[in-house]
Each structure stands twice: as structure tokens, then as C-alpha cells.
């Protein structure tokens, strides 16, 4: 770290200016984009006027977090063939989102996730159940990338100190609040276009000149990577990281289960479906972003092997235990190493896209949780379906100013928080909470209102307590939350394998042990609703 720190403060001022620049265009875009938010719909959903491919892009942006970028490039460096498996459950998990979800939804809601939980539900107990759901899942994820961005940014600019951190943290909570108030739907889907193109520009750029060094060959790159790890053929095999023991092995089916079906159930990915005007138009963002999506993944396998072989997995623990300077440290190397002007102004770029990313998902992430408090706590639970439009627009926008700030305060006491642990927590209770619920709704024409109840705080409740007591939290002296104490009896680090069970479990109890008959003729109007499109916005 002290190596990429000295570089970087080297060249403060071109990294500064770079940020600057970023920050400068996309607030630029924002304002822009909230001179032609005029109501509801346009606050929410953009008007439901962009294209597929523009929303393809915009759900890739919104996807491919700095834990995609930052994580899965260090996974890949420091454990090779079980690191990139991080790499296609999150590619996978997006035919889930193709094949059950994408069209349903579109075509059966308007703005949030509960508007198609509750279309035949009893609306209060539903909207409130989705709406904590919806909250819980993007403060978690919030946490995970302002942490990185506190980390990150104080790292390139050269300072050290908690307090360099926290003033980060709080720019990055600043900027997001202003980018969901002023631009909404409109404004954070084209920050989101943005980033992604930059991010594989970024990411293409970085690929083509590993690939270079090796003249294209790949057998080549793996080679000198498993080499360079200190592993051998070990490194290109299954087992690094997850082959131990049963415990680990069991870890894995975990965490695969919760990054399929978690990202089906994401609030802030699952909001983007209502930003384009047909089921269609749905349909073909899906496909946009599988594509654009798959291509990222595909260039993290030569970004990580890149940074086994070139920097070496000493010189990146070193730098970071976790990994997830893996990328930044690729780049300098690649640009032609410490103390030189072109690793410099590779660094500064990869590492402004890097800030792009963050950004970009915070905006999103701040966008899905304070609609759903705005549209179904405040609007539908509390007004009880009597607040204006105007009204419901501007308790919106507070809201997003109250969870920016809980989102800052947490971050700011947390900075030494696993990013991955918090992002592993978001998708988990995402699998466990929304996604039963929702294919439930969609496809069971039995399920009722104590169903969805039951589901929606049975996954939330179980994933999140089952976190609480697992080495996440506890018992690992060098990765866990409190290295200190040890009160975890949970052995494993992601929940997935137990609370998603729960979780479709619990809808189903609930469903046969309700007195509640579902409504046959609710049903067949959503049925045919979420299939054809009939009567949607």
C-alpha cells in the first residue's frame, strides 16, 4: 500500500483533476436531467423513456459494483480458479432475472418492487413488509461501496487518518444525495450509462495490454500467473479457497445460491425494469446487460491472472489482505510501474472509473430505497393511498436525505467493516426476503397476503441474525467485524444455504395456514397483466 500511496501522491494533482472532471460532467448530467423531471413517473421511472440497449447499460452500471471491478480482480489474483467463480455465479444469476422476473414485473408494477408484491394483496402489510426489505438490502450495500470509497480516495489522494476517510465518505453521501434529489430516475440512469461505458473502456483498455505482454496467448498469461502465485498448477485448479474443508466447500454452495437468486431480488436492479415504455423494451435491457455484463466478467479472468502474474499476490496482500487493490496496482504496473508519469495517469484513470463506480451505484442504490419508503411506507401505508403525487415526489427526496445520512453516519463508524461481508449480506437477504415473495406473487395462485408476510420477514430475519453469529461478525481474529470476541456458533460466512430455504419456506406455511382465500379473479388479471402487458403503464 505504502508503494501505490507514494505514486499517488506523486501526482495529486492529475489524480484530483480527473475526479474533478468525473464529478464535474455527471453533476452537469444531473442537473439536467431534473430540469425535465416534471412528475411522478419521471422521478421514479425516467418517464419510461429509455431505449433497451440505454437501459442495458444503465442496469450494467448500476450492476457491476467496485466489488465486481475492485473484489473479483484481487479474488482472482490471490486464488485463481475460485476466484473467477465469483465471476459467473454473478453472470448466471442474471438468467434468473431474464427468465422469471424482467417481463413479470415490468409489465405488473409501476415504480418500486411492492407495486407488484401488492397488486392482489392487502396493500399495507405488504408495502410495509417490502418497503423494510427494500431498506435493509440497500444500506447494506450502501455501506459496502462508501466504505471502499473512503479507503479508495484516501489512498490516491495521497493522505492517511481515519478523518481523511470520513470527509470522503461524507463527499461520496453528498454527492449521491444530490444526484437522487435534484436528477432522480433520469439523472442517475445517465450517470449510470457513463460509468459503464468507462468501466469497460477501462477494463478493455487494461485487458488488451495484459494480453499484449504475452502476446495474446493465453495459455501464456495463465502460465506465468500460476508461476508467479507460489501455487503451482493448484492456482488454475478448484480448491484454492473454497476445497479445505466440508465447511468451506458448504460456504461456496452458499454463497453461489445467494448470488444467483439474490440478484432477481436486488431493489435497485429490479426498479430499472420500469424505466422503459414496453415488456419488450424489458426484455432487450436484460439482453443488453447480460451481453455487456458478460464481456466485463470475461476480461476480469485476464485482470486477475494480469495481476497474479505481473504485481504478484505478495505485493497485493501487502498492498491489501483482501485483494482489492489488485486492480490499481495492474495498472501502474501496466503504465510502467511505480514513480513513472505513465503508471501514474494509468493509475488516476482506472482509479477515477473505479470512483465512477462507486458513484454511480450509490445513486442507484439511494434512488430504489428512498422511492420505496416515499411510494409504498409514506404514500400507501401511512397516507393510505391519499398523498399527491407532489407530495409522494418530495417525501421521496427527503427520504433520500435521511438515508444518505444514516448511510454516512454508519459508514463513517464502520470503515473497517468487510466490504464483502456487507455485500454477501445484501444479496443473501435479498435471495431470502424478495426473491420467494415475489415468485410466489407472480406464479402461485394460492398465495395470499400472510404468505408474502411470512416470507418477506422469515428470510429478512433469519439472514441477517444468521450473519450476526457467523465468523463474519465474530471469532476470526483477521477478518471478522469484532477480532476480539467470538460469540459466532453459525459456521459459515454467508447465510444463503439456510435463510433462502426459509424463506420460500415460510411463504408456503404461511399461505396453507392462512384463513385467507386468495382472490381467483385478482389472480387471472395479473396473470395476464404480467404476461401480455395488458393495462401496464
Known amino acids: 500500500m505504502i508503494q501505490l500511496a507514494t505514486s499517488a501522491s506523486e501526482h495529486r494533482t492529475l489524480i484530483m483533476s480527473l475526479f474533478g472532471v468525473f464529478v464535474i460532467a455527471t453533476l452537469g448530467i444531473t442537473l439536467w436531467a431534473g430540469r425535465q423531471t416534471k412528475d411522478a413517473a419521471d ?35 490471490l486464488f485463481g480458479y475460485d476466484g473467477f467463480l465469483y465471476s459467473i455465479g454473478f453472470l448466471v444469476a442474471w438468467l434468473v432475472a431474464l427468465l422469471l422476473v424482467a417481463e413479470p414485473l415490468r409489465n ?79 439523472g ?32 501464456s498469461l495463465l502460465g506465468a500467473a500460476s508461476g508467479a502465485s507460489g501455487k503451482g498448477h493448484a492456482f488454475l485448479e478448484p480448491g484454492l479457497k473454497y476445497g479445505l474443508t466440508g465447511t468451506t466447500k458448504l460456504d461456496f454452495l452458499s454463497l453461489g445460491l445467494a448470488l444467483v437468486l439474490g440478484t432477481a431480488g436486488l431493489p435497485h436492479i429490479l426498479v430499472r425494469f420500469y424505466t422503459v415504455p414496453t415488456a419488450r423494451a424489458a426484455r432487450k435491457s436484460v439482453l443488453w446487460a447480460i451481453g455487456i455484463i458478460g464481456v466485463f466478467y470475461l476480461m476480469t479472468l485476464a485482470l486477475g491472472f494480469g495481476a497474479a502474474a505481473l504485481v504478484g499476490p505478495k505485493t497485493i496482500k501487502a498492498s491489501n489482505a483482501a485483494g482489492n487493490t489488485a486492480a490499481p496496482l495492474l495498472a501502474e504496473q501496466l503504465g510502467g510501474g511505480a514513480g513513472s508519469t505513465g503508471g501514474a495517469v494509468l493509475l488516476a484513470v482506472i482509479s477515477a472509473v473505479a470512483f465512477a463506480t462507486i458513484l454511480a451505484v450509490v445513486a442507484g442504490l439511494t434512488l430504489a430505497s428512498s422511492s420505496s419508503f416515499a411510494h409504498d411506507l409514506w404514500a400507501n401505508v401511512i397516507r393510505r393511498g391519499k398523498a399527491s403525487e407532489k407530495e409522494e415526489v418530495a ?78 461478525v465474530s471469532g476470526n481474529p483477521r477478518t471478522s467485524l469484532f477480532p476480539h470476541s467470538d460469540f459466532h456458533w453459525f459456521p459459515l460466512e454467508n447465510p444463503g444455504l439456510i435463510s433462502i430455504p426459509v424463506g420460500f419456506l415460510a411463504g408456503a406455511i404461511g399461505t396453507w395456514l392462512a384463513r385467507e382465500q386468495a382472490d381467483p379473479a385478482k389472480y387471472a388479471e395479473l396473470e395476464v397483466r404480467s404476461l401480455t402487458g395488458l393495462g401496464a403503464d
Open 43 to 77: 422521478f421514479y421511472a425516467g418517464g419510461r423513456a429509455f431505449t433497451g440497449f440505454q437501459n442495458g447499460l444503465a442496469i450494467s452500471g448500476d450492476y457491476m459494483s467496485a466489488a465486481s471491478f475492485l473484489g473479483i480482480a484481487g479474488l482472482i489474483a
Open 108 to 186: 405488473s408494477g409501476r415504480y418500486t418492487m411492492a407495486d407488484a408484491l401488492a397488486f392482489r394483496m392487502r396493500q399495507r402489510p405488504v408495502r410495509t413488509a417490502a418497503g423494510i426489505s427494500t431498506i435493509v438490502v440497500s444500506i447494506f450495500y450502501l455501506l459496502a461501496q462508501m466504505v471502499g470509497a473512503g479507503s479508495l480516495v484516501a489512498l490516491l489522494l495521497g493522505v492517511s487518518g481515519d478523518g481523511a476517510k470520513r470527509w470522503t465518505i461524507v463527499a461520496v453521501g453528498a454527492l449521491m444525495v444530490i444526484y437522487v434529489t435534484v436528477g432522480g430516475m433520469k
Open 188 to 219: 442517475t440512469t445517465w450517470v449510470q450509462i457513463v460509468k459503464a461505458v468507462l468501466l469497460i473502456a477501462g477494463a478493455a483498455l487494461m485487458t488488451v495490454m495484459v494480453l499484449a505482454k504475452y502476446h495474446f496467448n493465453l495459455s
Open 395 to 472: 417525501s421521496a427526496k427527503l427520504a433520500a436525505v435521511a438515508i444518505g445520512a444514516i448511510a454516512i453516519v454508519l459508514s463513517i463508524f464502520a470503515d473497517k467493516l468487510n466490504a464483502a461481508a456487507l455485500v454477501a449480506l445484501a444479496f443473501a437477504v435479498a435471495a431470502s426476503a424478495n426473491l420467494p415473495t415475489l415468485l410466489y406473487s407472480l406464479f402461485w395462485k394460492r398465495f395470499n397476503t400472510v404468505g408474502a408476510v411470512s416470507a418477506t420477514y422469515a428470510g429478512l430475519i433469519t439472514s441477517v441474525t444468521l450473519v450476526i453469529f457467523s465468523p463474519v
